[in-house]
């Protein structure tokens, strides 16, 4: 069984791709700040969730899987271009707090998912420095557009 936590969960789509395929999984923990989604999750997947702020999360638990879509509205051609800088303050440099956790936690897979319509000058850097970030935690990285 995969034990999974899922970051910035929404209704949990992420996992719910898990049930669809058939994966067997535990969701350990599912981190949502928006109080509607997560109840929608909870309606979902039959669990009793509360909302949590990311940048507040510090728990320890013992996941084979962490999955995230970290928002990506300053990434995206439709959005500001504000970028997601660490420590910029936007939204989409939430996704260093999915760093942060998968420091913590040390699991054996992160899934990212994202938007497709990111702006090149925004992305291309932060997706670099994502990228060498996770690998120097040895943990196999998947990131779907």
């Known amino acids: 069984m995969v034990r999974v936590l899922e970051l910035f969960a929404g209704i949990g789509a992420c996992s719910k791709a898990l049930a669809r395929l ?6 350990v923990d599912a ?19 509360e909302p949590q702020d990311i940048t507040q ?8 899987l962490i999955m ?16 997601g800088d660490k420590g910029s303050g936007t939204r989409s440099s939430l996704m260093y707090e999915t760093l942060r956790i998968v420091e913590k936690l ?17 992305i291309a850097t ?6 060498r970030q996770w690998t120097s935690l040895a943990t196999t990285l998947s990131i779907k557009f």
């Not at 058939?22 to 969701?27: A, K, L, N, S």
């Not at 949502?32 to 039959?46: L, P, Q, V």
């Open 57 to 64: 999360w510090n728990k320890d638990l013992d996941v084979d």
């Open 22 to 27: 058939g994966i067997e999984h535990e969701i």
């Open 106 to 122: 040390k699991p054996k897979y992160v899934y990212g998912r994202t938007s497709r319509t990111y702006s090149p000058r925004n």
């Open 31 to 49: 981190v949502e700040i928006d109080k509607y989604a997560i109840r929608s999750f909870n309606a979902i997947h039959g669990t009793n969730f």
């Open 68 to 83: 995230h879509g970290s928002p990506c509205q300053d990434f995206s051609v439709a959005g500001l271009n504000k970028g």
């Open 126 to 131: 932060t997706l670099t420095l994502i990228s």
